[in-house]
């Protein structure tokens, strides 16, 4: 592996010390003789010149202590300078002693910080391009080999019908993740939300679950809201993409005949929107990580996804200034709560 030249170099600095580890050695007899002088200066038999031979045991001491000195330093720095050039090529899987760090210990600390943030960031990416060939790559095999049936078979009417709709419905989902992915990007880059408006939230979140209704209804999930008149200054059409990705969670992690509850109210100048369901809940380790970007809990991918609708809710929320709150318990549902300064009021 090819060693950075600064690192190097950094790593040889203290050398330095045994160089001028006579300077301190002089300059401490100097000033010890300059005392004495005033000191004995009336006394005939004082003789400055036999403190001069103070110098070379005092070097010798000081040149002792310094190499002694710059050897451990030099270990400690080198030990440094080959971690660096590990996780430089790569390898982020080195960590340091801290015990045995000093006396760099808040050094060693941090670059273990840095190394486990670089080694999560690196899986993050290796999990985001394996989900995303997959999901990309199993709407674009079904479209290709449904549609070669179609042109090299003699099918039914029965069956072009079901090819054809099935055809349709992953091209939707594959339009579906491009789109997702664009407005992540999009997102992201974005400081403000624009096209704001006045309009009335408890009626876009009753439209969105009527949109809904559709996919609980097929699972007979019923449905308790309460939703108190707030008019709030937005973008409808990004805050509806909160709403429709928290219900359709909702509605997907929800056993048939299971409940779900949406809830809106406005106290001390917060408005409050929580979506709570007593489907299968996650887990402490699952909820931490539930709004990092392309994270999905189900790692078998028997739900479809990219893993990008939470993030995209939580960076809306984000730009509103306000915040996504989640509790869940495993086997017994779990709660997000979605908290946005009111503004001025209309």
Known sequence: MKRNKRLDDASKLPNYFAIIAIAPAFLSVMA?????????YNNPDYRPVVGLGMIIPMALLMELYTFFLSRHL????NTLANAINQ???GNYDVTLDVKKAAPMPDVAENFNKM???LKSVHTLRNDFINDFSHEFKTPITSINGFANLLLETEVTEEERRQYLTIIAEESSRLSKLAEETLMMSRLDSQQNIIDQEWYALDEQIRQNLILLS???GAKLIEIDTDLNPVSYLGNPALMSHIWLNLISNAIKFTPGHGRIAVNLKESGGKIYVSVADNGKGMTKEETSRIFNKYYQADASHATKGLGLGLSIAHRIVELCGGEIQVASTPGEGSTFTVILPTGVSR
């Open 87 to 89: 996780v430089a090529g």
């Open 115 to 117: 190394t486990a943030e």
């Open 74 to 77: 030099n270990r400690k720095v």
């Open 32 to 40: 010890y003789e300059l005392v004495e002088y005033f000191v004995n």
């Open 214 to 216: 559709k996919d609980w």
